[in-house]
């Protein structure tokens, strides 16, 4: 009998689970994604796309043309998960029963007074605003917990690139990185200072006022710009606030990706309540992997898998140059800056799709490994 497996969210994560698990298992199982969008949207190249890098048009691509064949697709959204009976049920009243659950539905961004930066509606937006900029002042920043930590910093060093007589500030309501991300924020925050990019660590942003242009922050700064990009706080969708704790998350064994209490449950991707490594798609590819693998041993009657945080990816920083950034629970490494990492970020806007399909894992896999612990072959100043 074909065990039913249910994934809710077409996105980086559940799509790469989908696929993995097609090509693993076949007609062994019953694969059904629910998701409510027609695209797939490449969330780190809305960068490239807001400051005029990349087409719309290269970060979007229909979910369809991404997803195995064998794959059933429901265009619809979940609004209530019961683990207890076996089941979701979805905004069109449909009952979809499960054997395995995969969560992957992403965050939602907070309304705010400025549009962040996750979305194609927000980046067409912020597009057109940057393309008609011509004034002297931008600030970047953020409130909290954010989807990829290092995206502020790129945007500060592309927009120092493109605006080189303007005054940038950036809003780091971090006072100090956590342990683990020091080796990135070593690296981010020197090029900052190489570039004459200010960055106020440990300020948190209280108001935005549109009108006057002005952000204060809690420690009663005030900061006027004619530029802002301000990157609202996230959090889990009401459909599964039966599911998050206390963080606001849905919690995780970090090694199983299991929702807590639930042996048939996963949870990957920033839905999750692991904050270190930080939430970005790296980790959510690799959390994906696991996941598909978990339930293919599972199935398969093999062993129990761990997974160990891994996640990688390059960094923009700026005039040609990049860094790489290796973390897992336990350590992390940030090369550059180099202009292979560069080019290494802008590849994956291309290479991302591929990923998807698993083309790739193959070579990721390889690059994981080396950077996770082999010495470092790449010259870096």
């Given at each position: 009998?074909?065990?039913?497996?249910?994934?809710?969210?077409?996105?980086?994560?559940?799509?790469?689970?989908?696929?993995?698990?097609?090509?693993?298992?076949?007609?062994k199982?019953?694969?059904?994604?629910?998701?409510?969008?027609?695209?797939?949207?490449?969330?780190?190249?809305?960068?490239?796309?807001?400051?005029?890098?990349?087409?719309?048009?290269?970060?979007?691509?229909?979910i369809?043309?991404?997803?195995?064949?064998?794959?059933?697709?429901?265009?619809?959204r979940?609004?209530?998960?019961?683990?207890?009976?076996?089941?979701?049920?979805?905004?069109?009243?449909?009952?979809?029963?499960?054997?395995?659950?995969?969560?992957?539905?992403?965050?939602?961004?907070?309304?705010?007074a400025?549009?962040s930066?996750?979305?194609?509606?927000?980046?067409?937006?912020?597009?057109?605003?940057?393309d008609?900029?011509?004034?002297?002042?931008?600030?970047?920043?953020?409130?909290?917990?954010?989807?990829?930590?290092?995206?502020?910093?790129?945007?500060?060093?592309?927009?120092?690139q493109?605006?080189?007589?303007?005054?940038?500030?950036?809003i780091?309501?971090?006072?100090q990185?956590?342990?683990?991300?020091?080796?990135?924020?070593?690296?981010?925050?020197?090029?900052?200072?190489?570039?004459?990019?200010?960055?106020?660590?440990?300020?948190?942003?209280?108001?935005?006022?549109?009108?006057?242009?002005?952000?204060?922050?809690?420690?009663?700064?005030?900061?006027?710009y004619?530029?802002?990009?301000?990157?609202?706080?996230?959090?889990?969708?009401?459909?599964?606030?039966?599911l998050v704790?206390?963080?606001g998350?849905?919690?995780?064994?970090?090694e199983?990706?299991?929702?807590?209490?639930?042996?048939?449950?996963?949870?990957?991707?920033?839905?999750?309540?692991?904050?270190?490594?930080?939430?970005?798609?790296?980790?959510?590819?690799?959390g994906?992997?696991?996941?598909?693998?978990?339930?293919?041993?599972?199935?398969m009657?093999?062993?129990k898998?761990?997974?160990?945080g891994?996640?990688?990816?390059?960094?923009?920083?700026?005039?040609?140059?990049?860094?790489?950034?290796?973390?897992?629970?336990?350590?992390?490494r940030?090369?550059g800056p180099?202009?292979?990492?560069?080019?290494?970020?802008?590849?994956?806007?291309?290479l991302?799709?591929l990923?998807?399909?698993?083309t790739?894992?193959?070579?990721?896999?390889?690059?994981?490994?080396?950077?996770?612990?082999?010495?470092?072959?790449?010259?870096t100043?």
């Amino acid at each position: 009998m074909q065990k039913r497996v249910v994934i809710v969210g077409a996105g980086n994560a559940g799509t790469t689970v989908a696929n993995e698990l097609a090509k693993k298992l076949g007609d062994k199982v019953e694969i059904t994604v629910i998701e409510p969008s027609d695209y797939n949207l490449y969330q780190p190249g809305i960068v490239d796309f807001v400051v005029g890098h990349e087409r719309i048009e290269s970060i979007k691509r229909e979910i369809n043309n991404l997803l195995d064949k064998r794959v059933k697709i429901v265009k619809d959204r979940v609004v209530k998960v019961s683990p207890e009976n076996g089941k979701v049920v979805t905004e069109k009243g449909k009952e979809i029963e499960f054997d395995y659950l995969v969560l992957s539905p992403g965050v939602k961004n907070k309304k705010g007074a400025l549009p962040s930066w996750h979305s194609e509606e927000n980046a067409l937006k912020l597009r057109q605003i940057i393309d008609s900029f011509s004034g002297k002042k931008i600030v970047i920043g953020y409130y909290g917990i954010i989807k990829c930590p290092a995206a502020p910093f790129e945007f500060a060093f592309l927009l120092r690139q493109k605006f080189p007589e303007a005054k940038i500030t950036l809003i780091n309501p971090v006072a100090q990185p956590p342990e683990l991300q020091k080796p990135m924020a070593s690296k981010l925050a020197e090029r900052s200072k190489e570039l004459g990019i200010e960055i106020l660590r440990g300020a948190k942003i209280s108001t935005v006022n549109v009108s006057d242009k002005v952000i204060q922050t809690d420690d009663g700064q005030k900061i006027s710009y004619d530029l802002a990009l301000i990157d609202t706080p996230i959090y889990v969708a009401e459909e599964f606030s039966n599911l998050v704790d206390s963080s606001g998350f849905i919690p995780v064994d970090k090694e199983t990706l299991k929702v807590n209490d639930f042996d048939n449950i996963y949870a990957v991707g920033d839905v999750t309540n692991i904050m270190l490594p930080p939430k970005t798609g790296a980790i959510a590819h690799y959390g994906a992997i696991h996941v598909a693998h978990s339930i293919y041993n599972d199935i398969m009657g093999f062993g129990k898998i761990k997974f160990d945080g891994s996640a990688m990816c390059a960094v923009y920083g700026g005039y040609g140059n990049g860094y790489f950034i290796y973390m897992n629970y336990n350590k992390s490494r940030a090369l550059g800056p180099s202009s292979i990492f560069h080019s290494a970020k802008r590849s994956f806007t291309s290479l991302y799709w591929l990923s998807l399909k698993g083309t790739i894992d193959p070579f990721l896999e390889i690059t994981r490994k080396y950077f996770s612990g082999g010495p470092q072959l790449i010259k870096t100043r």
